[in-house]
């Protein structure tokens, strides 16, 4: 009987242990098969992974922009994984908390979101972070010239709003800033200079210091522009006389330059107005543009910087017809506190148009104005501004640029003891 039982139970055994065999090779036979299917593979990641900040104390900020550091990444996954792995799959940081100002070696860490997916390297491993405390500072803004004005003139000093501003930023980089500078372009400049311009903070050196952040990230700058002393920028002032063919009309009259640097004493400048003229131009029964080589009449003591004539340019064209129009010019934009002294009181505006509207027109129809808007106090070259009426046409304008002068008004006299008498009431 026993030996039966015993006979009955290692039969039992050895039934089992096959099952159990047999499943283990089914096992083996499968996993292998998956294997070949979707089999584990190797890649060296050549996406870069960006590395955020953490823990970053209030007060405080890291002496090296950390925002466009990454790291790379080896991994190993089934090959169906990594055929769609991205950027999005792994998140890589840097723990700053409870980290002191100073140098520090900083681990990275990289964390998969996908399971299936193993880093099994990355490059670098550590960062090397100096944190600093937030400090601030008040720096001068500064113009700086790119460039220069037109010849024979000068840029004075410049004027800013505001003439200060607060930077900050890590303290070491905060100390090294000692201005905030605006460039600035001049572009052959004649006259006032105003730029609303991007500030960069600058060391002694005049190099741009990084990781500092401007309160005022730009500033409004005022440059005036001077002629230099002995030298004087005036316009060229064409006579003409006759007139041209019947069935022909004069459309413009201009001079090539169109205005002439005079040399001379300080004096002698002071008495010469803001234009030169030339001989007078015959222009009678002309059919075609007259183009003709003229000189300069210069008044005493006073010569032409460069070539002393000029090319008279005098367009003739078939009539619609055109007139002159002797106007003096409005002054706009001025401030109360100035007063304007214009060189010139008339200034003559060729206008066209059909001939009964011309035989209308009215002087004063035509208005000529000159925008002295934000103008400082000193001499300035002025385009003038022609508004026509509907119809007609602004052809030339003679001289095409004024000259005028911008004065401070002085505050009235008062008498030592005695009160102003008050203006009576109305």
Not at 196 to 216: K, W
Not at 338 to 363: K, M, N, W, Y
């Amino acid at each position: 009987m026993q030996n039966r039982v015993f006979k009955l139970n290692n039969s039992m055994r050895e039934h089992f242990s096959t099952l159990i065999m047999s499943i283990l090779l089914a096992l083996i036979v499968w996993f292998f098969a998956i294997d070949q299917e979707n089999p584990l593979e190797r890649l060296n990641f050549d996406q870069p992974i960006p590395i955020q900040v953490q823990g970053l104390a209030d007060g405080n900020q890291t002496l090296q922009d950390l925002t466009r550091r990454t790291v790379f990444l080896t991994l190993r996954a089934p090959k169906r994984t990594l055929e769609t792995v991205s950027v999005n799959d792994f998140n890589a940081y840097i723990n700053l908390n409870n980290l002191s100002p100073g140098p520090h070696e900083v681990s990275i860490i990289v964390e998969s979101v996908n399971p299936d997916i193993d880093v099994i390297d990355q490059q670098p491993r550590q960062l090397r972070v100096q944190i600093e405390p937030i400090a601030t500072k008040v720096v001068p803004v500064q113009a700086e010239l790119m460039d220069s004005p037109a010849f024979s003139y000068e840029a004075q000093p410049a004027l800013t709003e505001p003439e200060t501003v607060t930077i900050s930023g890590p303290r070491t980089q905060v100390e090294q800033v000692t201005v905030a500078v605006a460039e600035i372009f001049l572009r052959g400049a004649k006259s006032q200079v105003e730029r609303t311009q991007a500030l960069s903070p600058r060391n002694a050196q005049n190099l741009v210091v990084d990781r500092v952040t401007v309160e005022s990230q730009s500033a409004r700058v005022i440059i005036p522009i001077v002629q230099r002393p002995g030298r004087k920028e005036v316009a060229v002032v064409v006579t003409v006389e006759g007139q041209p063919a019947p069935g022909y009309r004069l459309t413009s009259i201009s001079s090539e330059p169109g205005t002439v640097i005079l040399r001379g004493s300080p004096e002698a400048l002071l008495d010469v107005g803001g234009f030169v003229e030339t001989p007078v131009l015959n222009i009678e029964n002309a059919t075609a543009t007259v183009r003709e080589r003229l000189p300069l009449l210069l008044p005493e003591n006073v010569s032409t910087l460069g070539e002393t004539s000029i090319t008279a340019i005098v367009t003739i064209s078939p009539i619609e017809s055109s007139i002159p129009v002797s106007r003096e010019p409005i002054i706009q934009g001025l401030d109360s506190n100035l007063r304007a002294i214009v060189s010139l009181t008339r200034i003559d505006v060729i206008v066209s148009g059909p001939l009964p509207r011309l035989d209308a027109l009215r002087p004063e129809d035509v208005r000529v104005t000159l925008n002295l808007a934000d103008l400082l106090p000193g001499s300035h070259t002025v385009v003038p501004t022609v508004v026509p009426p509907e119809g007609i046409t602004v052809d030339g304008l003679i001289p095409q640029t004024v000259e005028v002068t911008i004065e401070a008004i002085p505050p009235p006299a008062t008498t030592p003891g005695v009160e102003p008498t008050p203006s009576p009431t109305p």
